[in-house]
């Protein structure tokens, strides 16, 4: 027969047990429905326009995630924008039932010291806080002259960017870091967890004039991706092209890439075709759909 102590312990087993099923199952709940593939689009392709303007059609063209680049007033977002102006711009996403991916919106300013540079870097870190950006990232620099204060800019800042929840990434874009072996020296040289790569194939082509292919190139930064400008090309120089349509084989491309590793993340078009609004929707459409089957 069983005393009070031992219905209470029985009691007490249940509600730990039924507690611990309950968290299982919230942690497989969560980790089933957090998406493997965050494909969005950067307002680059409506940079004439205002930034609601570009986020009104990226909406309509059925995207769930949104890159804050350039508008017609420069970059939507930058280390000179307020804590203010940045929540404004997170309400704006938010109310089209948007979420901002990813910022570009940082460039080195030669006149200023590196102390200055790193300040206005970490400014920026605050405003991707704000707008619960998880990504912000870089160009790099074409002039070697400023190659290594750039980098020591971004190696300040790499722990203030991890306590807010923030990861830093470089892109191929040219000049010292124009392929996927000179980005990877970066990234390594840096050498924080918070520091990655960004790839973006259109450029790999473009800035060696059409010669060198991104699915030969990109095998040298195997497990350094979290995510992607997907960016097209056509010869002779031109990367306003609706990913696809031009010379870089993405299929090619994410099946190497998922023998590097990279195997989830963000894929964020960055241009498109050029015209007016309802064509740059439909592009914008054409895209996501041929990204949604590659990533099925």
């Known amino acids: 027969m069983e005393n009070s102590n031992t219905k209470h312990l029985i009691s007490r087993r249940s509600f730990i047990g039924s507690m611990v099923m309950a968290t299982t199952a ?3 709940l969560n980790s089933c429905s957090a998406p493997k593939w965050k494909i969005g689009i950067y307002t680059r392709p409506w940079n004439k326009l205002d930034y609601k303007n570009a986020l009104d059609s990226i909406a309509k063209a ?42 570009s919106g940082y460039g080195y300013d030669r006149k200023a010291s590196l102390d200055d540079n790193i300040a206005a870097l970490k400014r920026l870190i605050d405003n991707s806080k704000v707008c619960k ?19 020591k800019a971004i190696a300040a800042s790499c722990d203030y ?28 040289s840096v050498g ?45 120089k ?6 696809g349509t031009g010379m870089v084989d993405f299929p090619k491309l994410f099946e190497r890439l998922r023998q590097g590793g990279f195997k989830g993340g963000s894929l964020v078009i960055e241009c498109l075709n050029t015209g007016d609004d309802p064509y740059l ?3 914008a459409i054409k895209a996501r759909e041929m990204l949604e089957e590659l990533t099925a």
């Open 62 to 103: 059925g995207f769930q995630y949104i890159g804050m680049m350039s508008h017609k007033g420069g970059r939507v977002l930058g280390p000179d924008t307020s804590i203010e102006e940045a929540a404004v711009i997170f309400e704006e996403a938010r109310s089209r039932g948007l979420q901002i991916a990813s910022i």
């Open 238 to 243: 031109d990367v306003n092209v609706t990913p």
């Open 26 to 28: 919230g942690a497989l």
């Open 192 to 236: 924080h967890k918070s520091f990655n790569l960004w790839y973006d194939p259109g450029n790999i082509y473009y800035y060696s004039d059409g010669t060198i292919d991104p699915v030969a190139d990109c095998a040298d930064v195997d497990g350094l991706l979290t995510g992607m400008c997907v960016k097209d090309f056509r010869m002779p």
């Open 133 to 151: 950006c998880p990504n912000l990232m870089m160009n790099g620099v074409s002039d070697p002259a400023i190659e290594a204060d750039y980098y």
């Open 161 to 188: 960017a991890q306590s807010k929840g923030v990861e830093l990434t470089l892109k191929p874009h040219g000049g010292t870091n124009a392929t996927g072996a000179q980005c990877r020296k970066h990234v390594e």
């Open 281 to 283: 929707i439909s592009e």
